[in-house]
C-alpha cells in the first residue's frame, strides 16, 4: 500500500490547482512544497481571465482577492514608438504573494496534506512512487505529479534533455508606488536584450517584472546599473523608474530560464505547469497555462484513480491532451519572442499592428485559450 493516493511536487499555482481539484474528488493529496506561503515570485503577475471560471469551480474564491481588472494592452519599442489595444478576453492583475496564497488556503480547506521541504528524488517503483525530500523523509504514492516549476535539481535527477542546454535568460522583478499608472492596463516595453511588463496588483502596487538575456545583462552585471543603461533607454520605462518608488528592499532575480521544449511525462511522472513546458512571458499566458494543464492531469488521474482508466492509458491520454490544448500557443510564443527581441524587426510589426489593432488582438488570442469550460 501507498501513503497517499497522489503526491504533488511543488506548490506553485499548477502544483495548487491539481491539489485541490483531486482532492475535491475525495483522493487523498500530499503537497511538497519548498517554501511556506505567502512568499512573493518572479512573474508578471497579470493572469488571463481564461481560468477564471475553472477557480471559481472549484470554490476558489476570486472575488475575495481585490485583484484589479485589465483590458487594455499597450505596446511600445526601444525607442519608444507604441500602440495600445483592447484585450479580447482580458484579464487580471494579482500579485502571486495573494494569489498562491489564496489557493494554498483552499487546498489546506479540502484536506490537502503539505510539507515544506524540498524534494530531492522522485522513484518509480513497479507500480507506485517514492518520494525523497532534503530531511530524509519518504512518501509513497499512486500516482506523482511534478510541479515544480522552470528548474530544479530534479530535472538533473530525471536525466531531462533541456537542462543539458544552456538557458541564458534571466527574470527581474520588483514592486512600486506609482499612482498615475492605469489600474486597466498591462504595458509590455521592449529594451535591447529584453522586455519588461508593467501592471498594476491587489495591494495598488505596480508590479514591473522583466525579462533578460543574460549576454546584455553581464556586461553590466547589477540590476541598478542595467535598469539605467539599457532598461531606462526606452522612454516609457525611463519615465516609470524615474518617478516610481520601490517597495521591496531588493529585486527579485531567477536565472537560467529555460524556454526549450520538455516531455510532459518523465519516468510515469505527469509534468504540470512550468515543469512540462514554459510559454515566452510576452504571451503573459503562463500563470493560465499552468492551471489549465493541472486541470487536464486531474481530470485523467481522477480516471485512473477510480478504476476506469489504466497507467498506459492516463499516460497517452495527458501527453495527448496536453499536446493539443498547448503545442500551438508554445510556437507562437516562441515566433513572437524572437521578432519582439530583433529592433528592426519589432519597429516594423509595431507599424504592422499600429495601422491595425485587429491584427494585434489577433495574434493576442493565438497565445490565449478560451474560458476554460467546467
Ligand atoms: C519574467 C517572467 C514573467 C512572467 N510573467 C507572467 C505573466 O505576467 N502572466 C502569466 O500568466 N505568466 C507569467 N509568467 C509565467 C508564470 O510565472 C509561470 O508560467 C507560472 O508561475 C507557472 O506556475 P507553476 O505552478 O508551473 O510553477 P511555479 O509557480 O514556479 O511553482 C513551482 C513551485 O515548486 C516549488 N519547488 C521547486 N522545486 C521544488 C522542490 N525540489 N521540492 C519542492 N518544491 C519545489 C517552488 O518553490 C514553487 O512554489 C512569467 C514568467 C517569467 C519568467
New binding site residues.
Partial sequence: MYDYDVII???????LTAAIHLSQEKHSVLV????TYPHH????????NEIIPYLNALGVPMDSSKAVQIDNLTLSTVSGKWTQTQLPLGGIGISRYSFDHLLHQRAVANDVKFVFE??TEIEFKADFFEVSTENDQTFTSKVTIG????R???DKRLNRDFIKQKSGWL?V?SHYEFDEFPENQVALHNFKGGYG?LSKTETGAVNF???ASYSSFQKLKNVSDFNEKVVSRNPFLNDFLGKATPIFNEPLT?AQ?SFQQKKSIENHILM????AG??H?LC???????IHSAKIASEQVNHFLKDTSNRKQLETAYEKEWQKTFKKRLWMGRHLQSLLLNEEMSNLALRAVTTSPALLRKLVRQTHGKPIVC
Avoid at 510541479?147 to 522552470?150: L, N
Fill in positions: 511536487v511543488g506548490g506553485g499555482l499548477a502544483g511538497l512544497e519548498k517554501k515570485k518572479v512573474c508578471g503577475e497579470y493572469v488571463s524540498s524534494v510541479a515544480y516549476g522552470k530544479s535539481p530534479i527574470g522583478k511588463g517584472c522583466y525579462l531567477i530560464i504540470c505547469g512550468d515543469t514554459l510559454i512571458p503573459g499566458n503562463g500563470m493560465a497555462m499552468a
